[in-house]
């Protein structure tokens, strides 16, 4: 069973037991966390895709860490005139494990359509 949620502005494919790294949560390591923005649920060749959410679905995940991707380097440079400037950056994450996928139960794409 999988589901698609929504975090941190971005939409993830997780299944129970999987390990994501998502823009940083404000949660201590080890809670649990619950979230309900879940756009489908799915097993196999049956969906469900909500309009714009599945309603009563929800992914229970624990923290596991927080931390720093690695550095992204910024070059900017105007040719011929003498001008070079080097920056960095360091997206924060907090890396989650997948739990258990609850809620409303997948229908058959094919019974639905």
Known sequence: MYAVIKTGGKQYRVAAGEKIKVEQIAADVGQ?????????VGNGADIKIGTPLVSGATVSVTVLAHGKHDKVGIFKMRRRKHYQKRQGHRQQ???LLIGAI????ATSAAAAG
């Open 102 to 105: 609850l809620g409303a139960a």
């Open 93 to 95: 994450f907090t890396e």
């Open 32 to 40: 649990e966390i619950v979230f309900d923005q879940v756009l489908a």
